[in-house]
Structure formats: C-alpha cells, structure tokens
C-alpha cells in the first residue's frame, strides 16, 4: 500500500484528534514514523493498524471512523491537486463512477506497482445504480461508501443513500454489491439524445471495414467461442500470428476484476477493459517487451462479435521500443502519440519533484528531532529550578500567585554541615566549592530514590520536604527513610581530604502545614512558608551530630499511621520562640526496607534522567522515564516484589496494549506495608556520636 492512504489516514487523526492523541495511536500500533511518502510501499496492514489504533484511542467504532475517513478524502487529495482530476472525471455522477478504473491506470505512472480496486456500474435508473465493487484488500466497504458520499455531494451536489445487497468472495477478491438511491435526473435525456444521434449518423455515414481497422490500429474483434476474427494495423505489426487464437488464452484481463468469458465481458460493455499479455514467470525485464492495453469493449450485431478499441499502456519511451512500437504506429488523431512523448519529461519532473519532497521530509524530520532534544534540555534545566507540575503550569500561561497552594500535611528535613564554618577557614574556596559538590551529588542521589523533593540549599544547609509538591499520606516516612540514608552517607564520607578526615551533619524534622509557591521574576524558585518551616529549622539546630532530631508532632504521624515501625528514643524538650517548648526524639532504628515510593511521588527526578530514547515514555508513565523505572524495579525486586515495569507490561498484555494508566500507588505500597516487618535495620552510623 502506498503512502498516499497512510497520510490520509495519519492525516485525519491528527486533524481530527489533535497530536497527543496521534502520539498514542502511533505507540499502540507500533508505528514509528512521524511522515509517510506519498510514492513509497508500506505494509498492507499498515492503515488496519492505524484505525483499530484510533478505537482503541479515542473509542469510536472502528466503522465509522472508516466511512469519517473516507468523506475526507476529497479534501485531502486538495494537497497533491488530485482533486483536479476527479473534477473531469465524468459530466455526470454514474459516469463519474465508470471511469474510476481508467482513473486508477491514469495512476499507474505515478504509483506503478499500484493494487487498485475495480468499479463497475449496471442497472441504471432514474433513482440510481448498482455498483460492484472488487478488491484483493478487505475491509474497506465503509472507506469506500464515505468516498461515495461526499464526491457525490462536493462534485455533484447530489445526496446518495447506500444499500448493501451482498458480500461476495471469490478468486482472492472481496466483490461487494451496493445499490446507490440518488435523484438521476440526467437518465431518460441522455439516453432519448444519444438513441437520436445514433440513428441519425447510421442513416447519413456508412464506413468499410478497412477504413474501420486503418481508424483504430489497435483494435481486436472476437467472437462468441473467444476467437480473434481480427486485430489492427497497429497489432498486426507486431502480433501477426495472434489471428484465430482464443484471445483469453492470449491476453489476461486485468481489470475488471471478472473471469474472461463471453457471458461475463457482453454484461461489461461500454466498461473500461485492460488487456495484458499472457506473460506467466517471466521476470520485470521480460514483461517490458510485453503490450498492456486499456480501452472499451462494443458489440457488433452485424458481426456478432465483440471489438476491443484499445491503445498501448506505455509508462516510457524505452518500454515502447522494447515492445516493438513506434510513435507511426499510433493514429494521427490518437493524443497517445503526445503522451508518450511527454510522459519521460513529466516522469523526470515528477520523480524530481519526489525527491525534493522526500528531501523535504527528511530536513523536517531531522529538525524535528533537534526541536525534541533542544526541548529536554530546556525542561530539564526547567525543573531542576521548579517542580514539574508548577512548571507546567506557568508555562500554560498560569500567574506565579495561581500556583500558590496550601498543603495542611507537609514533613520538612533540614540538615546541616557540623563546624562547617571552621572547616571553611582551612580550606580555599575552590576546594569548598568541591567539598559542597561531593556532598550534595550524593544527597541528591538519595532523594531520588525516597520521592522526596529538594527545596533549596544554602551554604551548608540542605532542605528536603515530603508532601509538597506531590501529596502523599506517607511524608513523615519518606523524610524519615531520606534522614537516616543522609546520616550512613556522611558516615562513608572519610578521608576525603587531609584537611577534612570525616563529616558530621546534624538532621532536624517536623510535621505540619506550609504554603508553597513561586517566588520571584528573576531566577524564579518555588519555596515553603509556614510555621512548619521554623520548628524544622530548630530541630536542626537542636540536634546533635550524625542523630535525627524529630519533633513530638513528627513521632505521633508515624506511630498513628504504622505503630512500631520507627525506634525512638526521647530527649528534653526545646524552646521554640517565648517559652514555648516541644517534646523531641531521636531516631534509632528502623524495622524492615524503606518504602519504595510510586513514580508519580517523584517529583524531584521526572525528568532528570531521560534521555533521547525515552520519546515514548510518557505514554506509559506520564512524567516519569523509563530509565527511573527500571531503578525502581532493581529496588523493589530485592525485597521480593514485581517492579513497576513488570506490573505495567502485564496490565498492558491483559488489555492487549491498549492501557496507559501509570502503576497503582496502592499496590506498590500494600506490598511495601507486608514487607516492612521483615528484620530491623539500624540507622545510626558505627562512627556516630552519642
């Protein structure tokens, strides 16, 4: 199938459904082309797999989404000025619909390994038709009935109304027979002015039959038993020896698609016929020496046989030469003489034309390509400064106000570097720059892996928080779990210099409400506010090396939501401004793995890890690459549990590829919840201070 059906088609969708929703109707039908050539072959299959795509997109029948895409057809030729053709294609819409088949061969030269289907119309009335249709493709009745439709309303202005008689299948073809309803009012005057015409020259013009056979050089008559009585002057010069053979046995019928019998060519007259040489396993340069004719078929009452007025199909000049041909050998009056002569300066113009066109496709795509990576970049750069979900809404035109949202259950982490200041003052500020770098590579390493999102850092502070900007009734947990794998990556930090032997940090938590938003035209950043803020603050400063600090309100979310699963011990409680205090605990240990988070609570690394193969990622886990996935699968398979990746392929092989909803949080976190009585874990580091 050529490209020219496949462009409809990707054509519509995108029109009629928008990019996103061709972006998924490609995944599903496993497509990876973003253009189609209009001259270059394609699988058959290839237009099914878009439309049964489309369904299970967007949800309409598979039917009606055929008949859709076949009204627009005549618009869509407007792009390679077709549509011109069709306007000349007949005075009248029945004879529109007989010189489909000449319209598909005038194709050929364009499209030359083309597989069109036949078209053949009978019992005409004042109320309509009957047309056959023949095709080896199936499945595209209802393509071809919106066809109908809508080039009997654009070119006729006529309404025609469809009634399927029968479906038939026979020689490999799918031959379906419609009855076409529609006002013929050009039936009875056609008919009453040609049977005058017709009469009249019979009585005022009598020709010879040479003249007859010198008018028409290519002209073949055959009897009732399919015998050539007698051919042209054109044949004769070429196929002499063909007199009295059976023409079924010299020439294959190529179109229409019906047997070669009498019976069957007498019920075709005034259709248009093509006739090929019989020329069974011979090879494509063997075929070019072999005639192709196109032309009609009359009936001779006084000879009582049947004349085939023919010409040559030549698609180029050396084919004509091969063949045996020469322009003398066609009719003066026959415009095939300038046809043929014209056919190799248009061929060249046209193949010209389709390379600039496919030149052109290639630059787009290639552009195309260079648009997407420049775009990662951007939106990566983009949302290490903001989380994504506010990005996205800023870019969509939202005010930095409009993004402002209160979050009334928020766990914040702040950490903080132990006598950072006096190791400042032995080092140069390259080499702080560098200790900095170190540590904060490392930590954000970390909060990846927890689902946590890091707000800011400030000389050697480091904030995180969990719950904003992604809800989650897990903060406290999360923070916790990020807390305690901050304090065993210091403890791994030794030796890292002969001025720095080893780090401390202190780490401070606490629970509670915030308002978030964007703050700042110049280097925008998205910060916290609250009370919350403050007493977090405090519990790192309160705090004391390599130990969490957690504040009362912290201990009593996690016993409520999972008694037992944190070991704590309590300390003294500390004044928070004018004699306010609050009770404090430190975190001991923890029992059983951290919980894994789901993709959608990380929003710190959506797309920090993509890279330029992970085009298609969003359809499966919006936001998320697949990258990120497969980690998280590592993870979770080291506690004995199914990755995402593995509980996505198996839902999308139960739906038969057709679901993009992104992993179940509830099935990640069940599992997690059986899975965290299995042993405890201590969290202090073995070089930790008590």
């Not at 895409?69 to 549509?83: A, H, P, Q, R, V």
């Not at 979900?389 to 939202?398: C, D, P």
Request: hydrophobic fraction near 35%; include cysteine; charged fraction near 25%.
């Amino acid at each position: 199938m050529y490209g020219l059906i496949i462009d409809h088609i990707a054509t519509y969708i995108k029109e009629k459904y928008g990019e996103s929703t061709w972006a998924e109707v490609k995944f599903v039908s496993g497509v990876t082309e973003d253009t189609f050539q209009m001259d270059k072959k394609f699988s058959e299959g290839l237009s099914h797999k878009l439309i049964w795509g489309c369904h299970d997109v967007t949800g309409d029948p598979v039917d009606e989404l055929m008949n859709n895409i076949g009204t627009s057809f005549y618009k869509f030729l407007t792009k390679y000025e077709f549509n011109k053709v069709l306007r000349v294609l007949g005075r009248t819409f029945p004879q529109f619909l007989n010189g489909l088949d000449n319209l598909h061969e005038y194709l050929r030269f364009t499209f030359p390994k083309l597989k069109p289907p036949s078209f053949y119309c009978e019992h005409e009335s004042r109320t309509g038709l009957t047309l056959h249709y023949r095709s080896k493709r199936r499945g595209f009745l209802h393509y071809v009935q919106g066809q109908i439709r809508n080039i009997a309303e654009e070119l006729f202005q006529t309404e025609v109304v469809i009634e399927l008689l029968d479906i038939e299948h026979d020689m490999n073809l799918e031959h379906i027979i419609m009855r076409l309803h529609f006002n013929n009012l050009d039936f009875n005057r056609q008919g009453t002015a040609y049977r005058n015409l017709n009469d009249s020259i019979l009585e005022k013009v009598k020709i010879t039959s040479d003249i007859f056979f010198d008018i028409f050089p290519f002209i073949i008559v055959f009897n009732r038993g399919m015998r050539i009585r007698n051919i042209g002057i054109g044949l004769l010069r070429v196929m002499a020896g063909i007199v009295g053979k059976k023409i079924n046995k010299t020439f294959l019928l190529m179109r229409p698609f019906i047997r070669f019998r009498w019976e069957e060519v007498h019920v075709y007259l005034d259709g248009y016929l093509c006739l090929t040489e019989e020329r069974h396993r011979m090879g494509d340069v063997e075929r070019e020496k072999f005639l192709s004719l196109k032309g009609q078929m009359f009936y001779m009452e006084e000879w009582e046989s049947i004349c085939y007025v023919g010409i040559p199909v030549m698609s180029h000049l050396p084919q004509m030469y091969k063949s045996g041909l020469f322009i003398n050998d066609f009719a003066l009056h026959d415009s095939s003489r300038d046809l043929v002569l014209a056919s190799t300066q248009q061929a060249a113009e046209l193949k010209l034309l389709l390379h600039q066109e496919a030149q052109k496709s290639r630059n787009m795509r290639e552009n195309m390509n260079r648009l997407k990576k420049e775009r990662r970049r951007t939106d990566k750069l983009l949302y290490q400064m903001l989380p994504k979900s506010v990005a996205n809404l800023l870019r969509n035109g939202e005010s930095a106000v409009a993004c402002c949202e209160r979050f009334d259950s928020v766990t914040i982490l702040f950490t903080d570097i132990v006598e950072f200041t006096k190791m400042c003052s032995s080092l140069t500020p390259l080499e702080v720059i560098e200790f900095l770098q170190v540590i904060y590579t490392n930590f954000d390493k970390i909060i990846d892996v927890h689902g946590v999102y890091k707000v800011e850092t400030i000389g050697d502070a480091y904030m995180v928080v969990s719950g904003a900007p992604t809800k989650t009734e897990h903060d406290a947990e999360f923070i916790l779990d990020c807390a305690s794998q901050f304090l065993v990556e210091a403890g791994k930090m030794v030796n890292m210099s002969a001025k720095i032997p080893k780090i401390d940090i202190r780490a401070g938590v606490h629970s509670g409400s915030v308002v978030a938003g964007v703050v700042g035209l110049s280097m925008p950043r998205y910060c916290l506010f609250g009370e919350t803020v403050f007493v977090a603050n405090k519990m790192e400063q309160n705090s004391v090396p390599m130990k969490v600090l957690v504040s009362e309100t912290t201990h009593n979310k996690i016993e409520e939501s999972d008694p037992g699963l944190y070991q704590f011990e309590m300390r003294e409680e500390i004044e928070i401004r004018d004699e306010q205090t609050i009770q404090t605990f430190f975190v001991v240990s923890r029992h059983g793995p951290p919980r894994v988070p789901s993709p959608r609570n990380c929003e710190s690394r959506q797309d920090d890890s993509r890279n330029e193969e992970d085009d298609d990622d969003d359809l499966i886990f919006p936001g998320v690459s697949r990258r990120l996935i497969t980690q998280l699968g590592h993870d979770l398979q080291k506690a004995g549990r199914k990755s995402p990746t593995s509980e996505a392929e198996d839902e999308l092989k139960k739906k038969g590829q057709l679901s993009f909803t992104p992993v179940s949080d509830t099935g990640i976190e069940r599992h997690s919840r059986n899975s965290n009585r299995t042993h405890s874990q201590d969290i202090t580091p073995r070089n930790s201070l008590t």
